[in-house]
């Protein structure tokens, strides 16, 4: 198996379907398959299929394919929604705080929503910031915010 579509198909199933917490243990399992690939190739191939690192409990991290992180992400991982804290505002800039590590998996599922008043997301370990439409009230944002995380809490 040469061919690069294949290979990102392959992948994209791979990440599907196991729990794969390293570039090491993905590239063993190409291997199995037959397919040869370095570190950086797999850096490039998870840019271009849009694959993230998240939390896991068991696992510590796994590899995720960042569309289906909206609404697999709330089955798969106990309690995602509480592992957002807070939310701050300063003028059209908001910081939602999360615990280390969720940052990244939660901006993903923010961004899928696709929120009119949220123009995107800047992910940390454990903040996001928010950049917000310019007409974007912050009653509005959190409002948004406390829909998809019911325990997010409003902090002055």
Same mark, same amino acid.
Do not use: G, R, W
């Given at each position: 198996m040469g061919n690069k579509t294949e290979r990102l198909n392959l992948i994209k199933r791979l990440v599907s379907e196991e729990l794969i917490s390293s570039q090491e243990d993905l590239i063993k399992r190409l291997v199995e398959h037959g397919v040869q690939a370095t570190q950086s190739t797999l850096s490039r191939?998870?840019? +271009?299929?849009?694959?993230?690192?998240?939390?896991?409990?068991e696992k510590g991290y796994i590899y995720v394919l960042s569309e289906k992180l909206g609404s697999e992400i709330v089955t798969n991982v106990a309690n995602i929604g509480e592992a957002v804290i807070g939310i701050k505002f300063s003028h059209n800039i908001a910081v939602l705080a999360t615990k280390s590590g969720y940052a990244s998996a939660i901006s993903v599922i923010i961004d899928s929503h696709k929120i009119k008043d949220i123009i995107g997301t800047v992910a940390g370990d454990n903040n996001i910031i928010?950049?917000? !439409? +310019?007409?974007?009230?912050? +009653?509005?944002?959190? !409002?948004?915010? #406390? #829909?998809?995380?019911?325990?997010?809490?409003?902090? +002055?």
């Open positions: 191939d998870f840019k +271009e299929i849009n694959i993230s690192k998240m939390p896991h409990p928010l950049i917000l !439409h +310019e007409n974007a009230t912050h +009653e509005s944002v959190t !409002h948004h915010m #406390q #829909q998809l995380f019911p325990t997010l809490k409003y902090a +002055e």
